[in-house]
């Protein structure tokens, strides 16, 4: 997947625990342009990993959504997002503990954070789920992870595959 620059594509921000296996749910998604693994919501400029990791930074591990939205719409990136993970877990996703792996939606527009609040009260209601503890908050400066991150899956041979 190529780097698009384009005036039409929106942004949206999903963390889900492992960036990793967030980025692979949507890197392939039909209408989804780009994806990138970084870090925000923390308070801390420009954060390694290794700060990041240290659960002293406030940041969470997320993906970086760029797509069309004539493509995909932001409520199936939404649908994506609630089925890849499990958003009852307060800060933490399988072996991974820690506020850094915590769910949350960073929006980048009042549209996307009314349709994110509705798609959680949704799921609320269908009683599929215990009590669900994603955050849904304004998003907020993005860090870039280290390139070693970035379509870590694809890079080692395991795409298609989510952690």
């Not at 925000?40 to 954060?47: H, L, Q």
């Not at 069309?68 to 990136?77: A, G, H, I, R, T």
Request: hydrophobic share 35%; aromatic share 12%.
């Amino acid at each position: 997947m190529v780097a698009v620059k384009n005036k039409n594509l929106e942004t949206a921000t999903f963390a889900a625990g492992c960036f990793w296996g967030v980025e692979e749910a949507f890197r392939n998604l039909r209408g989804v342009k780009n994806t990138m693994v970084g870090y925000t919501g923390g308070r801390v400029a420009s954060p390694s990993y290794e700060m990041v990791c240290s659960d002293r930074t406030g940041h969470a591990e997320a993906v970086q959504v760029k797509f069309n939205p004539k493509e995909v719409s932001f409520e199936k990136l939404l649908e994506v997002f609630w089925s890849s993970h499990d958003p009852t877990q307060l800060n933490r996703q399988g072996p991974d503990i820690g506020k850094q792996y915590r769910s949350a939606i960073f929006f980048h527009s009042k549209e996307q954070e009314q349709a994110a609040k509705k798609s959680k009260q949704e799921l609320e209601k269908s009683g599929k789920l215990k009590k669900i503890v994603t955050e849904i908050v304004p998003a907020g400066e993005f860090y870039k992870a280290e390139d070693y991150h970035q379509k870590y899956y694809l890079k080692r041979g395991l795409a298609g595959k989510v952690c």
